[in-house]
């Protein structure tokens, strides 16, 4: 059922998959072929579907996806390589398309349990920086969620290319978060949180930049953080 190319037969293999696996412990899984389903699932979140099933397949193959890291989490290296941060991202886009939000919620906890394993994985996805831009129309607990991962990422540039093209396009919206108009009212681990990330940025740039060899293009990179307004 779980390979099947019909979509409505893929939703109920993805389903019943779910509900065995949202109750399961490790000693009760012997004999499950986890290899082959991860690649089945993986293969789910990157599918262009027909139809409106296709987000709810989705959905619950990412459900069965977190289950399984929960049970195994030295599955997400592998998770990873057959196509999880990509599917994931497609996941998000489209459940920004179609307004389906807990589509949204469920990759960002997806994304909370990879991100410890492969944090540089999903800095280059680009996902966050969409769920960002919708970041006010989530709770609390959420919002949360999301700058634990950006937290996690956040000093994991390799490049320079890293920094400009995922860190920087995001500066302006955690920039808002230290504002001394919203610190009042903000949840004060969102506002511990963000100057971590900020703090986590700074020190990556010694991940590819020398302090003696390269001290103009360090400068230069603290330039961009002022622009953003981080030191006003």
């Known amino acids: 059922m779980l390979q099947s190319d019909e979509e409505f037969i893929a939703l109920q293999g993805v389903t019943l998959l779910q509900q065995k696996l949202a109750y399961a412990q490790e000693q009760q899984m012997s004999g499950f072929q986890t290899e082959a389903f991860m690649d089945s699932l993986c293969k789910h979140l990157n599918k262009d579907f027909m139809s409106d099933l296709g987000d709810d397949i989705k959905f619950n193959a990412i459900q069965c996806l977190t289950n399984l890291i929960d049970l195994y989490p030295n599955i997400v290296n592998h998770l990873v390589n057959v196509g999880l941060i990509k599917g994931l991202t497609n996941s998000v886009r489209s459940s920004f398309n179609t307004g389906f939000q807990d589509l949204t919620l469920v990759c960002i906890r ?113 330039e961009k953080l002022s622009e953003q307004g981080l030191y006003n």
Request: aromatic content about 10%.
């Open 110 to 222: 997806a994304f909370e349990k990879v991100v410890s394993e492969a944090p540089h994985a999903v800095l280059r996805s680009g996902a966050i920086p969409l769920v960002l831009q919708s970041l006010d129309f989530f709770d609390t607990a959420t919002q949360n969620r999301v700058f634990t991962i950006i937290l996690r990422f956040a000093g994991t540039s390799q490049s320079e290319q890293d920094f400009e093209e995922h860190i920087l396009p995001m500066l302006p919206m955690l920039v808002m978060h230290l504002n001394p108009i919203n610190v009042v009212t903000q949840d004060l681990k969102k506002l511990e949180d963000t100057s971590r990330i900020f703090c986590e940025v700074q020190t990556s740039f010694f991940n590819f930049y020398g302090p003696r060899d390269d001290r103009k293009k360090l400068g230069g990179q603290f």
